[in-house]
């Protein structure tokens, strides 16, 4: 399928990157077929707790389990995680500095009923999210495992990719592509109420914002 690329035109904005505007592959360039799993290193100390936690939020289980690493399965594929123990892996900042790295994976589910299922679930294992943003493009709740990495479930906001690349292509986009932050309670009484989903989909002004901490911490996210 041919997506066109969101591209705002106002390269001045994009500077000192707009040698990465309009970036392509080579013609011909063989792409992946699937994304099909990632590994995380962890401390042998946090090695089953960390092996629960992924079983407990993908609604899970186990594949393979071993001393050197364990596989964990959701869906068709044989594995999507990989926990590797390892005692010379250096554990992530106390602070929560950004490392080097991959920022963080996510998870998607095929509506918000589903979204908001999945947060209660959730919830009654004591997995609660530290973020929850209507990025635009997708409905999103961020959580973090039990070594601090952070981890994404979503909701796509439009029906086809072609809409989500061209409203990331959009100035709106362009002075905010953090989102607009809501309230997971609210969330799930909307949803159960029968509200129409484009209406909750449909991400409100709240004008310019470049970093997640350009808006106040949700300290309410605790007690939800």
Same mark, same amino acid.
Request: aromatic letters at 10%; hydrophobic letters at 35%; proline letters at 8%.
């Given at each position: 399928?041919?997506?066109?690329?969101?591209?705002?035109?106002?390269?001045?904005?994009?500077?000192?990157?707009?040698?990465?505007?309009?970036?392509?592959?080579?013609?011909?360039?063989?792409?992946?077929?699937?994304?099909?799993?990632?590994?995380?290193?962890?401390?042998?100390?946090?090695?089953?707790?960390?092996?629960?936690?992924?079983?407990?939020?993908?609604?899970?289980?186990?594949?393979?389990?071993?001393?050197?690493?364990?596989?964990?399965?959701?869906? #068709?594929?044989?594995? =999507?995680?990989?926990?590797?123990?390892?005692?010379? +892996? %250096?554990?992530?900042?106390? /602070?929560?500095? !950004?490392?080097?790295?991959?920022?963080?994976?996510?998870?998607?589910?095929?509506?918000?009923?589903?979204?908001?299922?999945?947060?209660?679930?959730?919830?009654?294992?004591?997995?609660?999210?530290?973020?929850?943003?209507?990025?635009?493009?997708?409905?999103?709740?961020?959580?973090?495992?039990?070594?601090?990495?952070?981890?994404?479930?979503?909701?796509?906001?439009?029906?086809?990719?072609?809409?989500?690349?061209?409203?990331?292509?959009?100035?709106?986009?362009?002075?905010?592509?953090?989102?607009?932050?809501?309230?997971?309670? #609210?969330?799930?009484? =909307?949803?159960?109420?029968?509200?129409?989903?484009? +209406? %909750?989909?449909?991400?409100? /002004?709240?004008? !310019?914002?470049?970093?997640?901490?350009?808006?106040?911490?949700?300290?309410?996210?605790?007690?939800?």
């Amino acid at each position: 399928m041919a997506i066109m690329t969101g591209v705002d035109t106002k390269a001045s904005d994009h500077e000192p990157y707009e040698s990465l505007i309009g970036l392509k592959a080579p013609t011909g360039t063989i792409k992946p077929s699937n994304l099909c799993h990632f590994v995380l290193r962890t401390k042998p100390e946090n090695y089953q707790k960390m092996v629960k936690w992924y079983i407990d939020f993908t609604g899970g289980f186990a594949t393979h389990v071993a001393k050197s690493i364990t596989f964990i399965a959701y869906d #068709e594929e044989h594995h =999507r995680i990989g926990i590797a123990p390892r005692e010379d +892996a %250096i554990p992530r900042p106390a /602070d929560g500095s !950004p490392v080097v790295g991959l920022g963080h994976a996510a998870f998607g589910y095929k509506s918000l009923s589903e979204l908001a299922d999945s947060y209660e679930q959730k919830k009654k294992m004591g997995i609660r999210p530290v973020w929850v943003v209507n990025h635009g493009p997708t409905t999103s709740m961020y959580y973090v495992d039990p070594d601090g990495n952070m981890v994404e479930t979503q909701v796509d906001n439009f029906d086809t990719v072609e809409e989500t690349v061209a409203f990331m292509g959009k100035e709106e986009f362009h002075k905010n592509p953090m989102g607009a932050d809501f309230h997971p309670e #609210e969330f799930v009484k =909307r949803v159960r109420s029968g509200e129409d989903d484009r +209406a %909750i989909k449909k991400r409100p /002004d709240v004008g !310019p914002r470049t970093r997640k901490e350009d808006f106040p911490p949700q300290t309410y996210l605790a007690t939800c």
